[in-house]
C-alpha cells in the first residue's frame, strides 16, 4: 500500500492544525510553515484536541508521533516532501502564489494537495512548472476525526497524480472519493450551501431561532444522514418497492414553491446579529476549545457505533475505522520487539489523556482492563498470535482476570506496563501484568490473567500450534526463573 513518508503543511490554522494532527498521529514527520506569530499555539492546540479524540477512538496500538517541525520559509519546509498540504485563506491570489512557490521549491514527484473549499484547481495551477500533480484535496473539520477528502484534478492534473493520492489516504485513516469533474464548491459544499442557504431565509422570516433549527436537524435527519447518507436513506423511504417508489410518490413536491434556495438572503447587520445574539445563548457560555472537545467526543461515539454495525463488519465510516485499526494491529506486530527477555517484558507505553479520567481525576476502571488487555495483546502478538493469525481462525482468549488497584494514575502521566509469564502448557497462558509509574517504576496496578487457546471456528479449546509453542517456551524459560511476583494467587478481600 502506498504510503506517505514525509509530509509538508503549508498554513496551520484550523484546518491546516488538522491535517498536522492527522499526519503526526499516523507516525508521519511533519515540516511545517505559517508566519502567524501564534501558529505553534494554535497548532499545538489543535493536536492536543487530536490526541485526546483519538484516545478515544481506538484501542488500536498507534504507530510512535511524527516529528514536528517549524520551518522558517516555505521552502524549507517543502524540499523534502512528498505530500505537501497547502492550507491557506481562501483567496484566488493568495493561493495561486502560494502553490506556486511550493511548486518550484519542492521535488517534481512531490504530490500538492489543496484544501480549498471552492476554487477549481485549473484555475490554482495556472501558473505552476509541474501542473500534472496538483489536486484540490478537500477535507472537512475537524480533520483529524472526520475521514472523508474530496480528491478533484484540474485540467492539467494527471490521472497518476489522483490514483496514488487516493491510494496514500487509507493508511493514514481517510477516505478519498474523486470527483469526476471539478465544479465550484465541489459536492459536500455544494450540498452544505444549500441547506445553510435556506437555513439563513428560516432565521430571517423568523420561522425558528439557530437553536431549534439544530435541533430539527440533530435529532432526525442528522442522524441518519451520519450512517446512509441522503440517497440510501430515501431508498429505504419508499419502502419494498425502494427508490423509484420514493422518486414517484414524492418526485412531484420538486414543483412546489417550498423553498427560497435560489434566492440569496441579505446578511445586513440587523440578521448578523440576530444570528450572533442567538447563536450565544445556544452556546451558553461554552468556549469554543470546549465546544470542539464536545465535538470531538460525540463524533467519537458514533464513529465507534458505526465500526459495530452491519454484524460487527463494520458500516460506513465505521468500515473505514476498522479497516484502519486492521492496518495499525497489522503494523504493530512488525515492530521491534523486547530484546531482553530476562526481566518481565516492558510492552505498553501510554499517556492517561483526559479520555481516560473519571470524576476524580484519576484513570477510570475500564481503562486498567484495557491497558492490561493492550499488553496481553502485545505478548500474543510477540508468539506470532497476530491479526492474520486470528483470521485464520484461532485465538488466545482470556478466561479469567484478577486486578488489583494498589496506586492511582492521573491526567498527563506516563505509565508503561510489563508482562511476566508464569507459567504456559500446549492450550494455556498464565499472565502477571504491571502497570508502572513510568517515573517512579512503582506499581500502579496488577492483573493476573490466564488465556486460553481456542479454536474461533469451532468455538472449543485447542492446541496451540508448534510455531506458537517454540516462540513461548523460550519466555517461559527464563520467568520461569524470575521471583513469582507479590499478589499471584489472590481472590477478591484476602488478607494482606
Not at 493568495?94 to 521549491?105: C, F, M, P, W, Y
Not at 499488553?375 to 510477540?382: E, G, N, V
Not at 508464569?422 to 493476573?448: M, V
Request: glycine share 10%; proline share 4%.
Amino acid at each position: 500500500m502506498s504510503k506517505i513518508n514525509k509530509a509538508a503543511c503549508v498554513g496551520g490554522g484550523v484546518i491546516g492544525g488538522g491535517w498536522i494532527a492527522r499526519f503526526l498521529l499516523a507516525g508521519i514527520d511533519v515540516d511545517v510553515f505559517d508566519p502567524h506569530p501564534e501558529a505553534s499555539r494554535i497548532v499545538g492546540e489543535v493536536i492536543a484536541n487530536a490526541e485526546r479524540a483519538y484516545a478515544m477512538l481506538t484501542g488500536a496500538p498507534q504507530p510512535p508521533r511524527g516529528k514536528l517541525t517549524y520551518c522558517e520559509t516555505l521552502e524549507e519546509a517543502v524540499v523534502d516532501a512528498d505530500w505537501i498540504q497547502e492550507s491557506v485563506p481562501e483567496r484566488l491570489d493568495l493561493k495561486r502564489k502560494v502553490l506556486t512557490e511550493i511548486d518550484a521549491a519542492c521535488r517534481p514527484d512531490a504530490l500538492i494537495g489543496s484544501s480549498t473549499s471552492g476554487l477549481l484547481p485549473t484555475d490554482l495551477q495556472r501558473d505552476m512548472r509541474f501542473p500534472e500533480r496538483l489536486f484540490v484535496a478537500h477535507p472537512y473539520n475537524p480533520v483529524y476525526l472526520l475521514p472523508l477528502v474530496e480528491i478533484v484534478g484540474g485540467e492539467k492534473t494527471s490521472h497518476g497524480a489522483i490514483k496514488v493520492a487516493m491510494e496514500k489516504l487509507p493508511p493514514i485513516g481517510m477516505k478519498g472519493v474523486h470527483i469526476a469533474k471539478e465544479i465550484e464548491a465541489f459536492v459536500g459544499d455544494r450540498l452544505l450551501e444549500a441547506l445553510w442557504r435556506e437555513a439563513l431565509w428560516l432565521i430571517h422570516d423568523d420561522i425558528c431561532t439557530v437553536e431549534t433549527l439544530d435541533d430539527v436537524i440533530r435529532y432526525s435527519f442528522g442522524l441518519r444522514w451520519a450512517q446512509m447518507g441522503l440517497f440510501q436513506t430515501y431508498r429505504i423511504a419508499g419502502g419494498e418497492a425502494g427508490m423509484r417508489h420514493f422518486l414517484a410518490q414524492f418526485g412531484p413536491a420538486l414543483q412546489w414553491n417550498w423553498t427560497k434556495l435560489m434566492d440569496v438572503v441579505d446578511l445586513d447587520d440587523a440578521l448578523v446579529e440576530k444570528i450572533g445574539q442567538q447563536s450565544d445563548e445556544q452556546a451558553d457560555g461554552l468556549s469554543i476549545r470546549e465546544l470542539e472537545r464536545i465535538r470531538d467526543e460525540n463524533l467519537v461515539g458514533i464513529l465507534q457505533a458505526l465500526k459495530g454495525g452491519h454484524g460487527g463488519k463494520g458500516w460506513g465510516a465505521g468500515k473505514l475505522l476498522k479497516d484502519f485499526e486492521h492496518t495499525l494491529w497489522t503494523a504493530s506486530g512488525s515492530r521491534k520487539h523486547p530484546e531482553d527477555i530476562a526481566r518481565p517484558l516492558r510492552l505498553v507505553e501510554a499517556n492517561v489523556s483526559p479520555a481516560w479520567v473519571d470524576y476524580n481525576g484519576h484513570m477510570t476502571e475500564h481503562r486498567y482492563l484495557q491497558v492490561f488487555g493492550d499488553t496481553s495483546d502485545a505478548l500474543l502478538r510477540l508468539i506470532g498470535v497476530d491479526f492474520a493469525y486470528v483470521e485464520r481462525g484461532h485465538s488466545y482468549y482470556t478466561v479469567e482476570t484478577h486486578i488489583r488497584h494498589l496506586g492511582e494514575a492521573k491526567l498527563g502521566q506516563a505509565i508503561h506496563s510489563t508482562c511476566q509469564l508464569l507459567s504456559a502448557d500446549e492450550k494455556r497462558l498464565h499472565l502477571f501484568n504491571t502497570i508502572h509509574d513510568t517515573a517512579t517504576g512503582q506499581a500502579i496496578a496488577t492483573a493476573e490473567q490466564m488465556l486460553l487457546h481456542v479454536d474461533a471456528k469451532a468455538g472449543k479449546a485447542a492446541l496451540a500450534p508448534g510455531e506458537v509453542l517454540s516462540k513461548i517456551k523460550p519466555i517461559s524459560e527464563v520467568h520461569a526463573k524470575l521471583p513469582i511476583p507479590d499478589g499471584v494467587g489472590r481472590h477478591v478481600g484476602q488478607k494482606r
